[in-house]
């Protein structure tokens, strides 16, 4: 048990509509990062969030989009919806204790399974 | 482009014998990786990390091993246990480059009773 929620944990939409996914931080993690997981893959980084403000950002487009909040909630937001966008979107929290903000050790939440239909 | 890759899709082991699970990374400036453990509709849990200083790290029955001129590392299970089987990932990042943790596809490992 990571202490790290997500929700909703499956959800179905159609191509063209927009999603927003949530997650809440372990307590005392100010860093928070989004990833998605595509069937027989691997997590692929989406970007992160550290003290509300982005932090690094993985090959995703700005169609990707996300907000951490000051008690270290956050969301992921996706515009118009493709098939592709179709996997299991996880978050994970960590406590950055560097200027830099680099993360250490990343907990994970159970994931939210997204359909596009 | 796959910076860390896990070769064996699968891998089966007797309960007691020794689980080796391998990980390659192709990026010379990964410093720090770690091993994950993912069972189905959870999220990975952390199990195992170590530094580029160290070439070795062991908690418990989980040894992790590092190569750093082949870019290879390995984690060990000794004894497995069933409740072992799970799906492992390995991961890495590099500490002066952002803050992108890189994934491998990930082994599915069945500890047989």
């Known amino acids: 048990e990571t202490g790290v929620t997500q929700s909703p944990t499956h959800l179905i939409k159609t191509r063209g509509q927009q999603v927003t996914l949530r997650c809440s931080s372990q307590s005392g993690h100010n860093t928070v990062s989004w990833y998605q997981q595509a069937l027989g893959q691997g997590p692929q980084f989406i970007f992160q969030?550290?003290?509300?403000?982005?932090?690094g950002r993985g090959n995703f487009p700005p169609r990707f989009s996300g907000l951490q909040f000051p008690n270290y909630s956050s969301e992921l937001n996706v515009n118009a919806l493709e098939l592709d966008d179709s996997a299991l979107y996880l978050c994970a929290s960590s406590l950055s204790v560097l200027a830099s903000g680099r993360s250490d050790t990343q907990y994970f939440g159970p994931g939210t399974r997204l359909t596009v239909l | 482009d796959q910076q860390v890759k896990q070769n064996s899709p699968s891998l089966s082991v007797q309960e007691g014998r020794i689980s080796i699970l391998n990980c390659d990374y192709t990026?010379?400036?990964?410093?720090?990786f770690l091993w994950y453990k993912k069972y189905p509709a959870e999220g990975p849990t952390f199990l195992i990390s170590?530094?580029?200083?160290?070439d070795k790290n062991e908690d418990g029955r989980f040894t992790v091993f590092l190569n750093k001129s082949a870019k290879h590392l390995s984690l060990h299970i000794v004894p497995s246990q069933p409740g072992d089987s799970a799906v492992y990932f390995c991961a890495a990042t590099d500490s002066g480059g952002g803050n992108q943790f890189y994934f491998g596809t990930g082994t599915s490992l069945t500890v047989i009773p």
């Open positions: 969030y550290y003290r509300e403000e982005e932090n």
């Open positions: 990026n010379s400036m990964f410093d720090y």
């Open positions: 170590i530094s580029s200083i160290k």
